[in-house]
């Protein structure tokens, strides 16, 4: 089962490798737009951000977060994502909402550790290490892997509603939902792990180097 499951992963990206390249590439672009806009943005906007994480980090020492509270909040705005992506896919309207997903979601990758390294040196590097990176390791390959599957999916309908012999229509796009579905499923189970991660284990070392390290 593990093996049929990776040997199909595998054989999906093989076959679809300029498409995967493509979405790769609308990410690095969003990281490196959010990188440079820590470099444009106004001086006092940047102290109001860094004075908002210094009081953000001060509460993981102070013990006054709450891990479920953090775990909440992630799931949502990840899983409004990734239904975006679901909904793009379903809609035929995919690419472009894709692309406007991937980049926003490079974009704050970019951001946050654009600043944070900018602003808090080494310790920001740790930070990146621990809190930004681990989960981001999970929810990033997904998100990718959501905007190539949404893709190939409107690929798939508007190829079947261009073939002018197909007569079950209607028929054929609720069998092409079925597994599209079931993958995006999949991939909310994945994203149950990622923010399990940063709501559970980040925090402690987080807490660690906002203590140690100043």
Known sequence: MHNSILNSMKSNIRNNIILYFLVLLCF????????????????????EIV?????????????????????????INNIQLLSLSWISGLLVISIPAIILIILFKGFVIGFTVGLLIEQFKFKGVLLFLVGVLPHNLIIIPIF???????????????KKKLNKSNKLKEVNFYKEMIPYTAIYVLFTAFVLVAVSIEAFISPVFIKLINTYIQ
Do not use: E, R
Not at 55 to 74: P, V, Y
């Open 28 to 47: 690095l672009v969003g990281i490196s737009v959010g990188g440079f806009t820590v470099k444009v943005i106004s001086p006092s906007h940047k102290q």
């Open 51 to 75: 004075s908002y994480l210094n009081s953000f980090f001060q509460l993981f020492t102070a013990q006054g977060l709450n891990k479920l509270d953090i775990f909440t909040q992630s799931f």
């Open 144 to 158: 990718i892997a959501a905007g190539v599957t949404s893709i190939l999916f409107t690929i798939t309908i508007i």
